[in-house]
């Protein structure tokens, strides 16, 4: 066997060995996402209200005992809601990720784990994901006083 034909099998051996351990590592950061979401990424959400791609696993539907809903939303990096408010108000609790807030007229919040927002009733507002890392959030709403009232898309300027 000369050099080259021996260059050729080391070199194909590391090649397979380099893509096997980047699968590895892709499955093993989807695997610890799915781990360290506490409540589960529920369902594609399809509806107008979100640009980009979402997720919500529902906790608690508000009825006529209790009216707080409480879900858990997954933003994909870059996804997020279209200006909206909440009559009765609304709290956000970021448990995993990156994602930004912001209420019309202010300037952009960067969210991480661990922080929380008191969404005033009546305040347009609009929340997600950072441009390149997911985020995952629980939204406490109170629909005492109504149901959130959709506004327009955060324009590509506003989000950046």
């Not at 409540?39 to 209200?49: H, R």
Request: proline letters at 4%.
């Amino acid at each position: 066997m000369n050099l080259k034909n021996i260059a050729i099998i080391v070199l194909t051996g590391v090649f397979a060995f380099s893509c096997k351990a980047q699968k590895k590592a892709i499955l093993s950061t989807e695997t610890a996402l799915q781990k360290s979401i506490l409540f589960g990424k529920g369902e594609k959400i399809t509806n107008t209200n979100f640009t980009g791609t979402a997720y919500l696993q529902m906790l608690i539907a508000a009825d006529s005992l209790n009216p707080t809903s409480v879900g858990n939303v997954t933003f994909e990096p870059g996804a997020r809601t279209k200006w909206h408010l909440h009559p009765g108000g609304q709290i956000l609790l970021a448990t995993d990720g990156v994602g930004y807030y912001q209420e019309k007229g202010q300037p952009k919040k960067i969210l991480r784990k661990g922080d929380v927002i008191k969404c005033p009733p009546n305040i347009q507002h609009w929340h997600g994901a950072s441009i390149d890392t997911y985020f995952v959030q629980v939204a406490i709403t109170n629909t005492q006083n109504g149901v959130p009232v959709w506004l327009q898309a955060v324009t590509d300027e506003e989000y950046k």
